[in-house]
């Protein structure tokens, strides 16, 4: 892990993490072509869009002096986590305002029963838990916490903001200009953003919700002005955190058969929803299409027990 450090440290101070698109998903009867880029690889705790995002608000954290970091998101959360972890190697302390007041009985004894926090409680983050009530307005949320800890750096829910983007747009390398489109699962929208701004305006990004609606469609707007993109909201699978039996027998043997882990969340929906728009039709035929693999495999241990205490099947 100390190499790590070294190397998140470096990359922090502007060097990039080129990533390869190591595996194609090939159509054979429309000629259309899917490679996968693995930002998963690029760390186990710190993987994907989440070192995409973290990078620079780090950078900025630890420019300006700052001590602490303070962010928010769910019990499960991949962006808590990743962030747990960076902060723990820089050397910064770390609070997570956590979606669920419910879970404040847990005491970190009993953590365990929830292998994100356990995790983050490991890595050296605090918590505190506010209702599902008050976490719904964001921004108010945000304000009364900064005006309680003044002196900490903020990160959004998700990670999501100008430098988020910022580091996101690093995704896309000079190679990746020969593919008509790009695709990628989206929650809070800054991956999305990011790989909007970097594209060439002859490529179509799509970005795959793994939410319920189309609110992201404004979200997305207020961070690029860019047109070249589309929101595919057909692959949710009941929202946020919902998981079928259908999408758990599709990614067990995508799995088997290609050796690659997706996560539930975010980018099995993606790859499910890839699969089906070119069944339909949707794409025309010799589409070369770049699939973002965004990381955020620690979910996977977090929705497996969750599926076990209902009987249901398990991800493999």
């Keep these: 892990m100390q190499n790590f450090k070294l190397n998140f440290e470096k ?15 090939y159509f054979p009867k429309k000629n259309i072509e899917v490679y996968l880029k693995r930002e998963d690889l690029i760390h186990p705790f710190v993987s994907g869009n989440k070192f995409r995002k973290l990078k620079y608000n780090l950078k900025f954290a630890l420019e300006k002096g700052f001590k602490e970091v303070i962010t928010f998101g769910g019990a499960f959360s991949n962006h808590v986590s990743a962030t747990a972890y960076a902060c723990k190697l820089l050397n910064l302390n770390c609070l ?9 009985s847990l005491g970190k004894e009993n953590f365990a029963s929830n292998p994100t926090l356990q995790f983050a409680h490991q890595c050296g983050m605090k918590f505190k838990f506010v209702s599902r009530k008050a976490y719904r307005d964001k921004e108010k949320l945000q304000l009364e916490w ?9 990160v959004p829910e998700g990670g999501t903001n100008q430098w988020a983007v910022k580091g996101c747009q690093e995704m896309l390398s000079e190679e990746d200009k020969k593919f008509n489109y790009i695709a990628v699962s989206c929650g809070t929208g800054g991956t999305l953003a990011g790989l909007i701004e970097a594209s060439e305006n002859t490529q179509k990004i799509l970005g795959f919700s793994a939410l319920k609606g189309d609110f992201l469609q404004h979200e997305i707007q207020q961070l690029s002005a860019k047109r070249n993109w589309e929101l595919i909201t057909d692959y949710h699978f009941g929202g946020y955190a919902k998981v079928s039996d259908e999408l758990v027998i599709w990614m067990n043997n995508f799995y088997h058969e290609t050796k690659i882990r997706l996560d539930p969340i975010y980018t099995a929906k993606m790859m ?45």
């Excluded at 997570?96 to 404040?104: F, H, S, V």
């Excluded at 979910?299 to 099947?313: C, D, I, T």
């Design 146 to 154: 900064a005006s309680k800890f003044p002196h900490s750096y903020f």
């Design 96 to 104: 997570g305002i956590i979606r669920g007041e419910e879970l404040r």
């Design 11 to 25: 990359s922090i101070f502007n060097n990039k993490l080129p990533i390869k698109n190591d595996f194609v998903w």
């Design 272 to 316: 499910f929803g890839l699969e089906d728009l070119i069944k339909r039709d949707y794409f025309s035929k010799n589409t070369r299409i770049l699939a973002i693999h965004t990381g955020g495999l620690q979910g996977v241990k977090g929705m497996n027990e969750v599926r076990s205490a209902k009987g249901l099947k398990l991800i493999d």
